[in-house]
């Protein structure tokens, strides 16, 4: 079994492998097999839970579950990132990849908020202050 693995996480990483379905990988969430899946990507974490610097235990209660937002949070180094290669097994299903369009969403709509915010209201501000300035002026040469 653990050599069939090491062959399969010895694998080409970059190279779409077999594709997995979010139901299958919720199925392994437990010490005797654990996957999890981080952008897209399914990866099988059992022979690293006793290795992971951060525990088995979080490793263990993201199991079966996409991890990406959790994973990312930690603010994993790139020697972590390099890491993953070695526990690749496969891709999630497209069918049910949507969270991640879904967060592009989110950035697109706070992206707006943020042109706002940066733009029309410092430009609306500007030209308040301009007109009282405008304003001020007028009625100090007038009296
Ligand atoms: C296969 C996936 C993962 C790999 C290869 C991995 C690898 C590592 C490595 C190498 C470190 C040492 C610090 C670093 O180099 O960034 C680390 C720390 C840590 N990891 Fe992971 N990790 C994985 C998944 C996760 C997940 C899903 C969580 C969920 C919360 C997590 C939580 C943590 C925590 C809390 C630390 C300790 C950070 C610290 O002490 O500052 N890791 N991990």
Not at 4 to 15: D, I, L, S, T, V
Not at 48 to 74: I, M, R
Not at 81 to 87: A, D, T, V
Request: aromatic share 10%; net charge negative.
């Amino acid at each position: 079994m653990e050599a069939g693995k090491r062959a399969e996480g010895g694998g080409e990483a970059a190279a779409a492998g077999p594709v997995f379905t979010l139901q299958e990988v919720a199925k392994r969430n437990c010490s005797r097999e654990a996957w999890l899946v981080i952008h897209g990507r399914v990866y099988d974490v059992t022979r690293f839970l006793e290795e992971h610097p951060g525990g088995e235990e979080v490793l263990l209660e993201q199991a079966g579950k996409d991890a990406t937002e959790s994973f990312e949070d930690v603010g994993h180094s790139t020697d972590a990132r390099e890491m993953l290669k070695q526990y690749y097994i496969g891709e999630v299903h497209p069918h049910d990849r949507k969270k991640e369009g879904s967060k592009d969403q989110n950035v697109t709509s706070s992206g707006q908020a943020s042109f706002w915010s940066t733009w029309l209201i410092p430009i609306f501000g500007a030209l308040v202050i301009g007109l009282m300035y405008r304003y001020y002026m007028l009625e100090g040469r007038s009296s």
